[in-house]
T-cell receptor
């Protein structure tokens, strides 16, 4: 069964600090991995998408890494801002699957002033 | 603006009633999806549709029904058979069928049984 595990479940940091969120997956055959940001009561918005051949991808203060051998990904947030407070969801797509997407349960990040 | 629109944002249902959640997209996407989100859990797939007039059950389809009469629209009906319908419902669409397909989400509908 395809699964995506995220850690930690929740995280509290002070504004300006860095943090790293983790994602482990067992989706096969792997197609790509996305990180989404979901504000409370809103729909998820894509931050990055990574394919099998990509190791690192940045989007502003967000940097995602992918190790396809160990089936792990991380999302690093630099110089956190209050607006970074949200749930960050790791989503893995299986190649050839009409259902396409397996979601992690998310990491709830709270940035305090 | 192109996007995916869900309505209403909040919905209250009495026990035993059916309710229909709307989802419309103008992105010309072939694939559309309905997910349910509960606190502390990942999104779970209810139904999905890859083309007009065709749809498939997801992992938790019991107590739900859908239709796909138009490419732009994928309404979800929560029937009285759904025993625990209180949740946050998300609709998504994607081009579908390509390796880097990205799902675009609506803003969600929060359904509460009263």
């Amino acid at each position: 069964k395809n699964q995506v595990e995220q850690s930690p479940q929740s995280l509290i940091i002070l504004e300006g600090k860095n943090c790293t969120l983790q994602c482990n997956y067992t989706v096969s055959p792997f197609s790509n991995l996305r990180w989404y940001k979901q504000d409370t009561g809103r729909g998820p918005v894509s931050l990055t998408i990574m394919t099998f051949s990509e190791n690192t991808k940045s989007n502003g203060r967000y940097t995602a890494t992918l190790d396809a051998d160990t089936k792990q990904s991380s999302l690093h947030i630099t110089a956190s801002q209050l607006s970074d407070s949200a749930s960050y969801i790791c989503v893995v797509s299986a190649r050839g699957s009409a259902r396409q997407l397996t979601f992690g349960s998310g990491t709830q990040l709270t940035v305090l002033p | 603006d192109g996007g995916i629109t869900q309505s209403p944002k909040y919905l209250f249902r009495k026990e035993g009633q059916n309710v229909t959640l709307s989802c419309e997209q103008n992105l010309n996407h072939d694939a559309m999806y309905w997910y349910r989100q509960d606190p502390g859990q990942g999104l779970r797939l209810i139904y999905y549709s890859q083309i007009v007039n065709d749809f498939q059950k997801g992992d938790i389809a019991e107590g739900y029904s859908v239709s796909r009469e138009k490419k732009e629209s994928f309404p979800l009906t929560v029937t009285s058979a759904q025993k625990n319908p209180t949740a946050f419902y998300l609709c998504a669409s994607s081009i579908g069928g390509t390796p880097n397909t990205e799902a675009f989400f609506g803003q969600g509908t929060r359904l509460t049984v009263v």
